[in-house]
């Protein structure tokens, strides 16, 4: 499930509940949120029930009232992650500044060099003897990112497939982008990648060949 879809995909009453808990950083009591939802104590118990089963909520600690202790729920880090954030547009909006300001070759070193300094990051990630458990070491850490990524047997050899790209409708209109993608790749498994296929060019996946180690490279 998509998480720009999740928060939609529940009901109403779960959106409002989860939205209540967001702007309660400290966490809030049953009684809180039937006065936000207007529900009844019932209701929201189940609707906590069921939010905590998914891992979006936890029971937070009893807090002193003068009476008896009220335990309070707090969203958790899953939780907050359903709410949809429009990187896309702050991302494109960058990248037309810094070509406007640094240009092309500018905008092609950033990228390279953001690429190979989170590669170099993931490398420690990635310590496989064979070519075989290099490549499905970078799916998994292309994985993490959000690209969806498998380790397939493509002309007898292991290659990486990415099925979702995440600079996805910026590198439409600036293919610069994949530049990234490829620094990344390069610096975390310190061999050559070819970008075999593409998303962009009508490709079923982006599609990424792993080189040899070339001579004299650092292990």
Do not use: W
Not at 22 to 50: I, K, M, W, Y
Not at 148 to 163: C, F, I, M, P, S
Request: net charge positive; hydrophobic share 45%; charged share 20%.
């Amino acid at each position: 499930m998509k998480r720009a879809s999740a928060l939609r995909q529940l009901g109403t009453t779960q959106q409002k509940l989860l939205r209540a808990l967001l702007a309660a950083p400290q966490g809030a009591s049953v009684e809180r949120l039937c006065d936000s939802l207007g529900v009844t104590h019932n209701a929201v118990r189940q609707h906590l029930t069921a939010l905590i089963g998914a891992g979006f909520v936890e029971r937070g600690f009893a807090t002193p009232t003068g009476g008896r202790p009220q335990m309070r729920y707090v969203l958790l880090p899953a939780g907050r992650e359903l709410f949809p954030r429009n990187y896309g547009l702050i991302a494109t909006g960058l990248i037309e500044h810094l070509y406007a300001s640094a240009g092309k070759p500018g905008v092609q070193a950033m990228l390279a060099t953001i690429g190979r300094e989170l590669g170099a990051a993931a490398a420690s990630r990635i310590d496989a003897a064979d070519d075989d458990g290099i490549a499905a070491a970078l799916a998994e850490q292309l994985d993490a990112l959000g690209y969806e990524a498998l380790a397939v047997r493509r002309d007898g050899e292991t290659q990486v497939e990415a099925y979702n790209c995440v600079f996805h409708a910026l590198a439409k209109a600036h293919p610069d982008v994949c530049r990234f993608d490829l620094a990344f790749m390069e610096s975390a498994t310190q061999r050559p990648i070819q970008h075999m296929e593409c998303l962009l060019r009508g490709g079923h996946a982006c599609r990424f060949r792993i080189g040899k180690r070339e001579p004299g490279a650092a292990s």
